[in-house]
Every structure is written in structure tokens, then in C-alpha cells.
């Protein structure tokens, strides 16, 4: 497959007066997991529909390896919307090889491709009935078929895993990653950012249509590390209240947390702390995506 | 996903309609309900032709009671049953058993016999017996008005019964589309004007192999019950039907898909297709109530909403010259690519906006 590089940049949208996207840019790259966040409203769908071509930007570019997408780039890419669609009365596995017909594919292909993913997706035994007839976690699957099935190179997804049990978070997100190792580009939103903190590898944060950050997951973690940490230890530790350069948030018995005013600070304290007894654990609290979220969006 | 993927063969914009039109007229193909009316349709057309056909070829032979002294003025009467009697009691016996409709028997009149009969005369006795002046039309009418009747109510029903089946199928999938939020997904793999070009192709397929089989139907019908003089006149007729139908057709699948993708509620087709339904109608009901009027179905013959019906119904009656439909047609094909057009225009504008229904300029508008 080959592998692009999907590049937005300075995406601008308004409906009427109201402005949904002001200079949106990020890039999507191959091979990795971006995860796309934000709020009700943030822009996130148009952002997605713009990128699709299902709506035009008023200004801004989409590219894909440095050239502006094409509609025969769009035909390989993959979409699941927001608003899930199939036609109701028709077969799954007929619904999923006319999709990958229209998307370019012979019939037996399609038909080898279709049984295959709808397998590995777990909707083995339901390949002839129709989709009003299966629950909505399986229509669900059936929808990640559908923008999966023609091997894209680009794969947006809007809110992949909204409605899914835990089970079925984890078949997805399995055929997402297997995806990404294949080369494909995807960029898939969510509103429950455990699953993106675990699973993306970079992240964009948007809100009032405007990026508010965006990045590799591990750097933003560590751009928003604070001087944090977490003491167990076997004595009461108490003593850190009147260290100097110590805030402590919460502490009972051995356990603290607390804030230091810089590394030095920090490495004082774990020392202190060793002199005064057995240290069980001493680590820097990474933020959670959830928090980070919170501080961005602010 | 496999790692060895072949690239897709990336299949022109022309096979992705096809497999649209495949996709429409497979799962039309699937509707019990439809294929149930069909197929009570042509039984209905194929039921009309022949009882119509059996009727007006045996009508019903009178039955006349005769005496031997009468029995040769009957005899050159067409259609009729003799039953020689012996004297007037034996005629009247029959005639109040109503084994005979009339008896004719000698009498005192001028012409030397009398009709009796029980409540009214048979007309095709007193008539045959009748001395009629000689008459001479300037004007003949060149069809029976029944059968130009009949004529008419069929080019209307069969264009009306298929235009609104199959406009009302391409709406309603139109709508469906919409609501079940499938275009986007559609959308992102081909243009909108593919999709168009395919719900209109495969509709019209299923339009005119319906048209197709009435008159395949109507034909068998015909030649099964001799009416050979019908179907000499009917057979350029319905040839020309079919053609201007499948123009006609386009044009009106063209305006229903684009007044469907207006609206994003099956509930709604119904108002946002009014004006279209309108003209669909139209037709139907002029043909059946000026069929006899010359300058009304000259003006529908060259109207393209209601040439398919017009033209042909001219042609029937022998009112139009031979270029008269050819003039026709290229109307009906110039409105039929701009009808292409502007529904075109509207189905991209609107396929994506969702929620209330759209106003017709902000249809238009980009």
C-alpha cells in the first residue's frame, strides 16, 4: 500500500456568520492512530466531512503527500460518519461488496474482502441477514466494515466506538491498529478519551473550531507534566508539610501527593524520604488525557 | 486488511453507475409488493384486451320466433336465430317464455308482417327490417369514438401507473439514502452525479421493461383474439409510446430524485413531489376528457410532460402528419437534458443537508 501523508492546513468554515472552523492545520501520518478530540460542537464532523469532500472549506487546503486530495484519492479512502447508515432491508455482506465495488474493486474481490473483514469483525454468522435485523453494536461493526472493506489508505472515523460494549471496543480497536500497521492513516474522534488515551498515537485537541493542541500523545503528556508526585513510603509523611518548596494535595500515613517547585526540589524530598525509612514507590503523576483535555480546551 | 493487497483497480465513474442502477433494480426486484402488482397489472391489461376482444367479436345472436310464411323476410338479416313456429298462439307461448326475443308474423301493414315482441323490440330486428334513406358522410370518422376512448384511458393509465411507480420508487430511495445517512457514506466513495445517473438509469430500466411487457402482452392479446385491424392501427402507436415514455420518464425520475433530496424525512415526499405528481397526472386526466377534441391533444402532443400520451393518441386517430412526432421528440429531449441539469444541480446541493425541508432557491444556490 502506498502510504500518504495527510496534511489540513489553515481549514476555515463558516455557516452564515457563524464561524464553526478558523484555521484548523494538523497532519494525519501513515502507520499511526491520531486521535481527534474536543467538545460538543468543537468542528470536529465538518472538519472530517471537509476532509472527505462532502463539504468544501471557505479557505485552507487538504493534501495528501504535498498534493491537494483528488476525488480519485477519495475513493480510497475510508468513512465512518457520525450518523451511522446502511441501507436498512439489504444483506450485510452484500451491502459491505457493493461498497467495495463502488470504491473500484472486481466482484470476486469484493466478495473475498467483504466475508473476511465482516469474519474478523466477528458478524461471521450473520452475513445474510439484513442490517435492521442485526443490534446496533453489530450494525455498528457492519459500519466499520464498510469504511474498512476497499484497504484504504486514509480512514476517518467519526466516533468509532460510540455505542460499543467493552468487547466490541476491543475488536475495533484491534482492526483499527492492525490498520495502522498496514500504512493507513487514520484519524478517528471520540468522546471517551481512555480509549483514545490508550490507543492513539498522536492526538489533536480542537475547540470552538480551533486546534488547541495537537501532537504525538507521549510529548503532549510530557509538555503538560507538572511537577507532580506520588510518595509511598513506610513512615508517616507528614514531615514533607514543612519542606521548603513542597505543596502537598493530599497525603494519609505513608502516601502523599504533592507538588514540588522544580527536579531539585523533587529529588531532595526522595531522598529525604529514604533517610526516614523504606520507600515503596516514588513517581512523577503523568496527567490524563481527560486533564490535559481540560487544561487546553480553558 | 491483508498485506498483500492488490491497488484497487479503480473502476471508472461509468461502472460505478451501473452498479447504482444494479443496486436499484435488484432490491425493486425484491418487493413482494411490487412484483404482486405487476403482475396483477398485465393480468388486468390481458383480462380487457380479451374480453373485449371475445365480446365484440360474438355478440349475442337474437332470437326470432318465425311462421313459414315469414321465414324469408328474416333470412337476410344478420346475426340472427330462426325458430319456425306454426301459427301466432305457438309464437306468443314462446315469447312469453322468453325463448325467443321476437316473433315475426304475418300482418296487415303495408309490408305485409308485424314484429311482436314481449316488453321491446329488438333494434337489430326493427332496424334490419327498416327502409333507411340513403346516407353519405363528408367526413367519416376514422375510429369508432368507443374504442378512441378506450384508446386514450389507456396511454393515460399505463403512462400514469408507471411514471408514478417508478418516480415514486426513485424518491422514496432518494429519501431513504438521506435519512438512513448511507449517501455520506456513498458519497465519500462516488460523486453525486454518479449516483443520480444511476438511480435514473436503473429506474427507467425497470420503467420501460414494464411498458415493454404491457405491450407485449397487449399485442399477444389482440393477435389471440383476431382483432388484426387494431393492432395494424395501434402497433406505430405504442412503438412511439415507448420511446417518447423512456424520454418522458427521465425527465420526470430527474425531477423526483432532485425534489426528493429536498427533504430529509420519508413523511415529506409526499408534499416536496406535489408539483411533479401534478404533472404526472396532468396528462391522464386530459386525454380522458378532450380525446375527441383535436386542439387540446395537439397542444399535449407537443407539451413534454404529456407528449408520450398526446403524440401517440394523434397518431391513433391519424390526426398527426409523419414528422410530426420527430418535432416532438427533439422537444422532449431538450427538456429532458435540461430537466438532467437543473435536477442534477439540486440532488448535489441538497444531498447533504439534513433536517428541515429546503426551500427551492436555496436548492439552486450552491
Known amino acids: 500500500m502506498t502510504t500518504g501523508q495527510l496534511e489540513l492546513s489553515g481549514i476555515t468554515k463558516s455557516y452564515g456568520d457563524r464561524r464553526v472552523l478558523d484555521d484548523v492545520s494538523f497532519e494525519v501520518a501513515p502507520g499511526r492512530l491520531t486521535g481527534f478530540v474536543g467538545g460538543n460542537g468543537a468542528g470536529k464532523t465538518t472538519t472530517m466531512r471537509i476532509v472527505l469532500g462532502l463539504l468544501s472549506a471557505d479557505g485552507g487546503s487538504v493534501a495528501l503527500d504535498g498534493a491537494a486530495v483528488s476525488a480519485e484519492d477519495r475513493r480510497r479512502f475510508g468513512y465512518m460518519p457520525e450518523e451511522r447508515g446502511l441501507y436498512p432491508k439489504m444483506k450485510v455482506q452484500e451491502q459491505i461488496v457493493y461498497l467495495a465495488r463502488l470504491h473500484g474493486f472486481g466482484k470476486a474481490d469484493a466478495e473475498a474482502r467483504a466475508t473476511a473483514l465482516l469474519t474478523e469483525l466477528g458478524l461471521g454468522e450473520r452475513l445474510n441477514d439484513t442490517i435492521e435485523s442485526l443490534s446496533l453494536g453489530n450494525q455498528q461493526r457492519a459500519q466499520i466494515a464498510a469504511s474498512l472493506v476497499h484497504d484504504p489508505e486514509v480512514l476517518i472515523l467519526d466516533e468509532p466506538f460510540s455505542g460499543l460494549d467493552p468487547l466490541a471496543v476491543d475488536v475495533v480497536a484491534g482492526v483499527l491498529q492492525s490498520a495502522a500497521s498496514q500504512g493507513a492513516a487514520i484519524l478517528f474522534s471520540s468522546h471517551q478519551l481512555d480509549v483514545v488515551e490508550r490507543l492513539c498515537d498522536d492526538l489533536v485537541i480542537l475547540a470552538d473550531g480551533t486546534i488547541r493542541a495537537a501532537g504525538s500523545r507521549d510529548a503532549l503528556r510530557a509538555q503538560h507534566a507538572s511537577d507532580r508526585y506520588e510518595l509511598i513510603s513506610a513512615g508517616d509523611a507528614g514531615w514533607l508539610r514543612t519542606e521548603p518548596g513542597v505543596t502537598v494535595l493530599d497525603f494519609e500515613g505513608g502516601y502523599a501527593l504533592f507538588d514540588a517547585d522544580g527536579p531539585e526540589t523533587a529529588q531532595r524530598v526522595l531522598r529525604a524520604a529514604v533517610d526516614r525509612g523504606d520507600v515503596a514507590s516514588f513517581t512523577p503523576a503523568h496527567p490524563s488525557l481527560a486533564q490535559i483535555f481540560k487544561e487546553v480546551i480553558q | ?366
Do not use: H
Open chain 2, 1 to 366: 486488511m491483508n498485506a498483500s493487497a492488490p491497488a484497487p483497480s479503480t473502476g471508472s465513474a461509468t461502472s460505478a453507475v451501473w452498479l447504482v442502477a444494479e443496486r436499484e433494480i435488484s432490491s425493486k426486484l425484491r418487493s413482494k409488493a411490487f412484483l404482486i402488482s405487476t403482475g396483477i397489472l398485465l393480468l388486468i391489461a390481458l383480462a380487457g384486451i380479451l374480453i373485449g376482444g371475445f365480446t365484440s367479436k360474438n355478440p349475442e345472436a337474437t332470437t326470432v320466433a318465425v311462421t313459414g310464411e315469414t321465414a324469408s323476410v328474416v333470412e337476410a338479416l344478420p346475426n340472427v336465430k330462426v325458430t319456425e313456429v306454426a301459427d301466432r298462439a305457438e309464437a306468443e307461448e314462446l315469447l312469453r317464455s322468453e325463448e325467443v326475443e321476437a316473433a315475426v308474423l304475418p300482418g296487415d301493414g303495408p309490408l305485409g308482417y308485424t314484429v311482436v315482441a314481449l316488453t321491446d323490440a329488438p333494434s337489430s330486428i326493427v332496424g334490419g327490417l327498416s327502409v333507411s334513406p340513403d346516407v353519405e358522410i363528408l367526413q367519416p370518422a376514422t375510429t369508432n369514438p368507443l374504442l378512441r376512448y378506450f384508446i386514450a384511458i389507456g396511454f393515460g393509465i399505463v403512462f400514469l401507473m408507471a411514471a408514478s411507480t417508478f418516480g415514486g420508487t426513485i424518491a422514496q430511495s432518494v429519501v431513504e439514502e438521506k435519512q438512513t445517512r448511507v449517501v455520506e457514506v456513498l458519497l465519500s466513495a462516488i460523486s453525486a452525479r454518479t449516483l443520480l445517473a444511476g438511480k435514473v438509469i436503473g429506474n427507467t430500466i425497470l420503467a420501460m421493461a414494464q411498458i415493454l411487457a404491457l405491450a407485449a402482452i397487449a399485442t399477444v392479446g389482440l393477435i389471440v383474439t383476431g382483432q388484426n385491424e387494431v393492432l395494424s392501427s395501434l402497433g406505430a402507436p405504442i412503438i412511439w409510446f415507448a420511446v417518447f415514455f423512456l424520454f418522458g420518464f427521465v425527465l420526470l425520475a430527474s425531477l423526483f430524485a432532485a425534489a426528493a433530496s429536498m427533504v430529509s424525512r420519508q413523511e415529506d415526499i409526499g408534499s416536496t413531489t406535489m408539483p411533479i405528481t401534478m404533472l404526472v397526472m396532468a396528462p391522464y386526466i386530459l386525454v380522458i376528457v378532450f380525446n375527441d377534441n383535436a386542439l387540446v391533444l395537439t397542444i399535449m402532443s407537443y407539451v413534454p410532460f404529456s407528449a408520450p400520451v398526446g403524440m401517440p393518441m394523434r397518431l391513433f386517430v391519424g390526426e398527426a402528419q409523419w414528422w410530426e412526432p420527430l418535432i416532438s421528440l427533439v422537444i422532449l429531449v431538450a427538456s429532458c437534458v435540461a430537466a438532467i441539469a437543473i435536477g442534477a444541480k439540486i440532488y448535489e446541493n441538497s444531498l447533504l443537508r439534513m433536517g428541515r425541508k429546503l426551500k427551492l432557491a436555496e436548492a439552486l444556490r450552491a
